[in-house]
């Protein structure tokens, strides 16, 4: 059980009481249930992270752009070079003529604020799930919509390496119960959730 306990820590941000929630537990022997059940998620969440990695990464089967368009929060995301030391970090997403669209991401590093702007485009106009964002000529980086709420509340994604992941939502938090279900639906897609790290957030950035 210390080892089960280990690898939970290691799930950075993960709420473990919620977790355990969302596949019930009650009764006199509760705490024994739970520990069971512990040790059944973290070997469930590993398997399906291992047997989905051989697969294609699978996208939502429609974005509505312009419901996507505006701000979104970064909850929590695999660490890279380019977000080290960021904290309230947001991406805004606007429409050019062109119809490529226009992104603007946000930190606080180092005590003032960073904004990187860029574009981005649409590679897979039959879905609008799959683009491909530019900040500087000629790279482009991969960015999948591998989840989605019906009310565009919150979104995930990745790049269909695996390497990248971001959940991300309209407001600066997000509620326990939903975040550990998208996790355990990233691991699900051959994410290895144990890199997940949350985000510090305090507000809106966007008005800057």
Known sequence: MAKVIKYFRVVRGVNMC???KLFGCAGRYGCMKK???ATSVV???AA???QAREKPLETVNYVDLKKYLGTWFEIAAFPQPFEKGC???SATYGLNKDGSIIVKNRCIKNNSLKVTEGKAFVTDKGTNSKLAVQFSWPCKSKYWIIDLAKDYSYAVVGHPNRRFLWILSRRPTLDDQTY???VVRAANKG???RHLEKTEQIGDL???
């Open 43 to 45: 070997l469930g969440l």
């Open 18 to 20: 919620l977790l355990f």
């Open 35 to 37: 520990e069971i059940l």
């Open 48 to 50: 399906l992270a291992l």
């Open 180 to 182: 550990n279900q998208l």
């Open 87 to 89: 904290s309230c970090t």
């Open 191 to 193: 994410f290895d959730v």
């Open 206 to 208: 966007s008005g800057f």
